[in-house]
């Protein structure tokens, strides 16, 4: 089993930066995909940044340029750098782990939910213009 906590989560104006962290505990083996998702009021979640076990990463074309996903394995933490924030960057947050997906050479994507085992529990972003 894994556990995932999200923090960072906060309130900011249009322009500013916020980084997400998400922490793991439990079955913290890194060699599998993780992956940042956002749900914004009466829409789907959408998969935001994926990084795999050799570092390679995902975005979503909305936030590319913007946003950055790391990770720091002997701290089995998850980051997520975001810049230029714009309202419709406005949601709920989420990280997530696979529990099968190791690498994303053949994934030009992020990718989808059904891809990831577990789940936090979700930070808050909000943008004001």
């Known amino acids: 089993q894994v556990h995932l906590v999200e923090s960072g989560g906060g309130s900011v104006q249009a322009g500013g930066s916020l980084r997400l962290s998400c922490a793991a505990s439990g079955d913290t083996y890194s060699g599998y995909c993780m992956g940042w998702f956002r749900q914004a009021p009466g829409k789907e979640r959408e998969g935001v940044a994926a990084i795999d076990s050799d570092g390679s990463t995902r975005y979503a074309e909305s936030v590319k340029g913007r946003f950055t996903i790391s990770a720091d394995n002997a701290k089995n933490t998850l980051y997520l750098q975001m810049n230029s924030l714009k309202p419709e960057d406005t949601a709920m947050y989420y990280c997530?782990?696979?529990?099968?997906?190791?690498?994303?050479?053949?994934?030009?994507?992020?990718?989808?939910?059904?891809?990831?085992?577990?789940w936090g529990q979700g930070t808050q972003v909000t943008v004001s213009s």
């Open positions: 997530a782990r696979s529990n099968s997906l190791r690498i994303l050479a053949d994934i030009e994507e992020v990718p989808p939910e059904y891809e990831y085992d577990y």
